[in-house]
């Protein structure tokens, strides 16, 4: 069974930019969560999409947005990028929702980079 | 907000040697909490859970104390491995959300 894919690995943006991450869950997973994991912080919670429908949400503003498809692919945009969105960006999926540790699967992230 | 966070951030160990990887959580009302390993360009893994209900989990190689009065997490390898060598960090799950440490470099000397 494939992994969770997360498309593309690495992204150089600048700063005001916008910029739109993909992440393909595990074949079956509905939900899916986004993760963002920075040195200082460690991993933060953004939000969780189950069968296309925001369930939770993270303490992140506004420009932090996201989306699931049909197919479970799930989307995430940051918009007005700025310097300290410079993070490796996860995305989790699991068959019925990311509140026991071992239904989560990671993927690799996206690391992005804002100059 | 929550607070986890991590006694050290780097650890060396012999091959062989057992680690303990620890965790301070400030939510005395967590009731759920998980260890993961990071490996350089991976996303975590899961290791080991344990519920509040709880104060040891044993899998393989790997042990996961908690101790509830003093709010402490602690992650057990045995027989440490080169292959264990990652960023390990724990989870603590209140209400709905995860909240997560920043995490522990163990480097595994062969």
């Known amino acids: 069974k494939a992994g969770v894919t997360q498309t593309p690995r690495y992204l150089i943006k600048t700063r005001g930019q916008q910029v739109t991450l993909s992440c393909s869950p595990i074949?079956?997973?509905?939900?899916v969560s986004w993760y963002q994991q920075t040195p200082g912080q460690g991993l933060q919670f953004l939000f969780e999409y189950f069968s296309e429908t925001q369930r939770n949400k993270g303490n992140f503003p506004g420009r932090f947005s996201g989306r699931q498809f049909s197919n479970s692919r799930s989307e995430m945009n940051v918009s007005t990028l700025e310097l300290g969105d410079s993070a490796l960006y996860l995305c989790?999926?699991?068959?019925?929702?990311?509140?026991?540790?071992?239904?989560?699967?990671f993927g690799p992230g996206t690391r992005l980079t804002v100059t | 907000g929550e607070s986890v966070g991590l006694h050290l951030p780097t650890l060396s160990v012999q091959e062989g040697d057992n680690s303990i990887i620890n965790c301070a959580y400030s939510n005395s009302a967590s009731d759920y909490f998980i260890w993961y390993k990071q490996e350089s360009g991976k996303g975590p893994q899961f290791i080991i859970d344990i519920r509040s209900n709880m104060d040891k989990r044993q899998g393989q190689r790997v042990t996961v104390l908690l101790n509830k009065t003093v709010k402490h997490l602690s992650l057990q390898i045995a027989a440490t491995q080169p292959g264990d060598s990652a960023v390990y960090f724990c989870a603590e799950k209140s209400g709905n959300q995860f909240y997560f440490g920043t995490g522990t470099s163990l480097t595994v000397i062969p």
């Open positions: 074949s079956g997973h509905r939900s």
């Open positions: 989790a999926s699991s068959y019925r929702g990311g509140l026991a540790g071992y239904e989560q699967y």
